[in-house]
Protein backbone atom coordinates (compact mmCIF):
# COMPACT_ATOMS: atom_id res chain seq x y z
CA UNK A 1 0.00 0.00 0.00
CA UNK A 2 1.29 2.98 -1.02
CA UNK A 3 2.06 6.30 1.47
CA UNK A 4 -0.89 9.19 0.98
CA UNK A 5 2.31 11.95 1.03
CA UNK A 6 4.98 12.95 -1.16
CA UNK A 7 8.66 13.92 -1.10
CA UNK A 8 9.44 16.98 -3.12
CA UNK A 9 12.53 19.17 -3.16
CA UNK A 10 11.92 22.91 -4.47
CA UNK A 11 14.80 24.95 -5.05
CA UNK A 12 12.97 28.34 -4.86
CA UNK A 13 10.64 27.31 -1.59
CA UNK A 14 7.66 29.91 -0.67
CA UNK A 15 8.59 31.99 1.85
CA UNK A 16 5.11 31.62 3.59
CA UNK A 17 6.04 27.55 3.04
CA UNK A 18 9.20 28.05 5.14
CA UNK A 19 7.60 30.09 7.68
CA UNK A 20 5.24 27.22 8.55
CA UNK A 21 8.07 25.11 9.45
CA UNK A 22 9.86 27.42 11.47
CA UNK A 23 6.07 28.47 13.23
CA UNK A 24 5.62 24.25 13.84
CA UNK A 25 9.20 23.97 15.00
CA UNK A 26 8.54 26.95 17.52
CA UNK A 27 5.12 25.79 18.88
CA UNK A 28 6.79 21.99 19.20
CA UNK A 29 9.58 23.73 21.09
CA UNK A 30 7.64 25.58 23.58
CA UNK A 31 5.16 22.64 23.87
CA UNK A 32 8.28 20.22 24.99
CA UNK A 33 10.20 23.01 26.61
CA UNK A 34 7.67 25.15 28.74
CA UNK A 35 9.36 28.17 27.56
CA UNK A 36 7.78 31.33 25.87
CA UNK A 37 7.80 32.72 22.52
CA UNK A 38 10.98 33.31 21.27
CA UNK A 39 11.72 37.11 21.63
CA UNK A 40 13.91 38.82 18.47
CA UNK A 41 15.96 41.79 19.44
CA UNK A 42 18.19 44.43 17.08
CA UNK A 43 21.10 46.28 18.31
CA UNK A 44 22.38 49.13 15.75
CA UNK A 45 25.09 51.75 15.09
CA UNK A 46 23.31 54.71 13.49
CA UNK A 47 25.43 58.27 12.34
CA UNK A 48 24.14 61.35 12.73
CA UNK A 49 22.10 61.34 9.99
CA UNK A 50 20.33 58.58 11.35
CA UNK A 51 21.68 55.67 8.93
CA UNK A 52 22.54 52.07 9.71
CA UNK A 53 26.26 51.78 9.87
CA UNK A 54 26.35 48.47 11.39
CA UNK A 55 23.95 46.56 13.40
CA UNK A 56 23.57 42.58 14.93
CA UNK A 57 20.26 40.41 15.33
CA UNK A 58 19.40 37.95 17.66
CA UNK A 59 16.31 36.08 19.67
CA UNK A 60 16.72 34.69 22.77
CA UNK A 61 14.37 31.84 23.91
CA UNK A 62 14.54 29.12 26.69
CA UNK A 63 17.20 31.03 28.51
CA UNK A 64 19.41 30.95 25.57
CA UNK A 65 20.35 33.73 23.05
CA UNK A 66 21.30 33.14 19.45
CA UNK A 67 23.13 35.77 16.98
CA UNK A 68 21.73 35.43 13.53
CA UNK A 69 23.40 38.40 11.84
CA UNK A 70 26.58 40.99 12.48
CA UNK A 71 27.01 43.09 10.28
CA UNK A 72 29.77 46.13 10.03
CA UNK A 73 29.48 48.87 7.14
CA UNK A 74 33.18 48.65 5.06
CA UNK A 75 34.71 51.98 6.12
CA UNK A 76 33.17 51.48 10.16
CA UNK A 77 35.21 47.69 10.07
CA UNK A 78 38.60 47.29 11.95
CA UNK A 79 37.12 50.01 14.53
CA UNK A 80 35.63 47.46 17.30
CA UNK A 81 32.31 47.81 16.11
CA UNK A 82 31.40 44.53 15.98
CA UNK A 83 32.71 43.71 19.62
CA UNK A 84 31.03 46.15 21.09
CA UNK A 85 27.92 44.72 18.97
CA UNK A 86 28.16 41.51 20.89
CA UNK A 87 29.25 42.89 24.55
CA UNK A 88 25.80 44.77 23.84
CA UNK A 89 24.04 41.28 22.60
CA UNK A 90 25.59 39.11 26.00
CA UNK A 91 24.48 42.61 28.43
CA UNK A 92 21.41 42.94 26.55
CA UNK A 93 20.10 39.19 26.78
CA UNK A 94 19.60 38.26 30.70
CA UNK A 95 18.19 41.87 30.99
CA UNK A 96 15.14 41.06 29.78
CA UNK A 97 12.64 38.29 30.64
CA UNK A 98 11.42 35.94 27.79
CA UNK A 99 8.41 37.83 26.27
CA UNK A 100 9.27 41.07 27.14
CA UNK A 101 11.03 42.59 24.74
CA UNK A 102 11.92 45.39 23.12
CA UNK A 103 15.62 44.32 23.79
CA UNK A 104 17.93 47.30 22.76
Avoid at 45 to 74: K, M, P, T
Avoid at 78 to 101: D, F, K
Wanted: net charge negative; with cysteine; hydrophobic share 45%.
Amino acid sequence: MGSPYRLVVEDEPDPRDLAVLEDELAAAAVAAVGAGDEEEFGIFVRDDAGRIVAGASGSIWGGCCQIHAVWVDGPQRGHGLATELMAEAEAAAPRVPAGHGPYV
